[in-house]
């Protein structure tokens, strides 16, 4: 069964940092590629960063670019979001996904800079206040 935990989130004012985990389970991960997407109230779900199984290769959103690191751990199967100088803009419910391929059930499939995502965790909440 295929599991996604994240944890990390929280309160922080506007300039400071947190570190987002996702913890993976039930699935050979580091074959596949990882993301992290965010929600924020009344808006769509948007892709933030996306990172390869091998880890070589990244991609993130216009707007985090030079603030966040995506990066993994493929012997703890975990993979972690730092997020710096962090803006108010930047408050929403975190996720973390993997590609479609890693189950027989993927659901809410999204594509986002070329890589199908269709597993998720629960997310996690991060406020930024100004």
């Known amino acids: 069964q295929v599991q996604l935990v994240e944890s990390g989130g929280g309160s922080v004012q506007a300039g400071g940092s947190l570190r987002l985990s996702c913890a993976a389970s039930g699935y050979p991960y580091s074959r596949y590629y990882m993301g992290w997407f965010r929600q924020a109230p009344g808006k769509e779900r948007e892709g933030v960063a996306s990172i390869t199984g091998s880890g070589e290769t990244t991609y993130y959103a216009d707007s985090v670019k030079g603030r966040f690191t995506i990066s993994r751990d493929n012997a703890k199967n975990t993979l972690y979001l730092q997020m710096n100088s962090l803006k108010p803009e930047d408050t929403g419910l975190y996720y973390c996904?993997?590609?479609?391929?890693?189950?027989?059930?993927?659901?809410?499939?999204?594509?986002?800079?070329?890589?199908?995502?269709?597993?998720w965790g629960q997310g996690t909440q991060v406020t930024v206040s100004s």
């Open positions: 996904a993997t590609s479609s391929r890693v189950g027989t059930r993927p659901n809410s499939v999204v594509l986002w800079e070329g890589m199908v995502f269709g597993y």
